[in-house]
């Protein structure tokens, strides 16, 4: 809460650009990419976006979905090579039946992760995208693309569980002729 009073309402004012980063390599990525927008970069440690993503979390758990959407997208604002904020604002317009725009988050951090993703585990956080892009797909009836996510997904990691799980109920939802939870 202390941290949040500090964050700027935006993260461009005047002629700067701020940004929260995790590592030496994102805050000169940040840095690089204020240049080309002729902004001067003030890259803060992770404690802001932390703060912001861990907030959009905490009011999904409440059910303040607005709220949530806007403290998750604060965050990836603030540190948009970070693929667990991306994949926090993902889980947020998920939860807030945005579909649409949830499977293009899912997208863009899977894109981060083969780009340049600020985290230590690349891999990792790929598959917990492709999860989060197969789910959404789930719910949008589009069952073949969720499929190859999760297959994707267990391309990476053999023993993902939640990819396995998702695979059966694709194949239950589709020996029930059932749809997914919308279209």
């Not at 020996?175 to 997914?180: A, K, L, T, V």
């Amino acid at each position: 809460s202390e941290v949040l009073k500090h964050v700027p309402a935006s993260v461009q004012e005047g002629g700067r650009r701020y940004y929260s980063a995790t590592n030496m390599r994102e805050a000169l990525l940040d840095a690089v990419d204020a240049n080309h927008e002729q902004l001067q970069a003030d890259v803060m440690g992770a404690s802001w976006g932390e703060a912001l993503s861990l907030r959009g979390s905490a009011l999904t758990r409440l059910g303040h979905l607005d709220d949530a959407v806007a403290a998750a997208q604060q965050a990836v604002d603030l540190a948009p090579r970070n693929v667990p904020y991306i994949e926090e604002l993902a889980r947020c317009l998920d939860r807030s039946r945005q579909w649409k725009l949830a499977l293009e988050y899912f997208q863009d951090a899977e894109n981060v992760t083969e780009s340049d993703s600020a985290g230590d585990s690349p891999l990792a956080d790929r598959a917990t995208a492709l999860r989060g892009e197969g789910h959404v797909l789930v719910e949008m009836n589009r069952l073949d693309e969720a499929e190859a996510d999760y297959e994707d997904a267990l391309g990476i990691d053999p023993y993902d569980g939640e990819a396995r799980a998702a695979l059966a109920r694709i194949a239950t939802l589709r020996q029930h002729d059932q749809p997914g939870d919308v279209k």
